[in-house]
Structures are given as C-alpha cells and as structure tokens.
C-alpha cells in the first residue's frame, strides 16, 4: 500500500500565497521523482514543478519565478510553495511520485484564486 497524501490547497486571493505539501508513505522506496501537476476544467494535466533526489528543478514557464518546489528525502515529502498566485493558477493541482517504473498520484487538491 502507497499513499501520497497531500495538503495546503484553498481559496486564495490574486497575489496571495500558498503553501502544498505531499509526503509519501507505505512500501515504497528509491523515490528519484517528486512533482506537482494540475489540471483546470478543459485543459490537460500539465507538469508545474518536478524535483529529483539531487536537487534539480524544473518548472512550468509560467510559473517561474513564483513557484519553488522543494524535496525533503528524508520524510519522501515534497513542497510547493506558491507566490503571487493569479487566477489562471486556479486547478486541481497533483502531487506524483516515482520509484522505477511506478507512478504514484495523490487524490489531488483542489487550488482556488480568486477575489
């Protein structure tokens, strides 16, 4: 049994700040991925922001320079920190995580901005 239980989604107001966290758990090991998706009504789900065991980032053009993913290795706990967030942020947003060929999805959370 795995499970990625996430938190931190909410109601926010254009220019606030958010703050997701997942943290992995169950028989799993050798996570080497960590990353958050979202996905709005009508649109496919995009990659937001990934992280490796290394430390290496990547992120959506949008959201550079707003967003920081960050990776605790340790507790298999992934963050998103969300600054000066802008309606067309508003989704449904999915924590991943990946060990070898496995995928794992969080049930998603849901992020709303909005004034």
């Known amino acids: 049994q795995v499970q990625l239980v996430e938190s931190g989604g909410g109601l926010v107001q254009p220019g606030g700040s958010l703050r997701l966290s997942c943290a992995a758990s169950?028989?799993?090991?050798?996570?080497?991925?960590m990353g958050w998706y979202r996905q709005a009504p009508g649109n496919q789900r995009e990659l937001v922001a990934g992280?490796?065991?290394?430390?290496?980032?990547n992120y959506k053009d949008s959201v550079k320079g707003r967003f920081t993913i960050s990776r605790d290795n340790a507790k298999n706990t992934v963050y998103l920190q969300m600054n000066s967030l802008k309606p067309e942020d508003t989704a449904v947003y999915y924590c991943?995580?990946?060990?070898?060929?496995?995928?794992?999805w969080g049930q998603g959370t849901q992020v709303t901005v909005s004034s």
């Open positions: 169950g028989r799993l090991f050798g996570i080497y991925f």
């Open positions: 991943n995580a990946v060990t070898g060929n496995v995928a794992y």
């Open positions: 992280i490796i065991s290394g430390g290496s980032t």
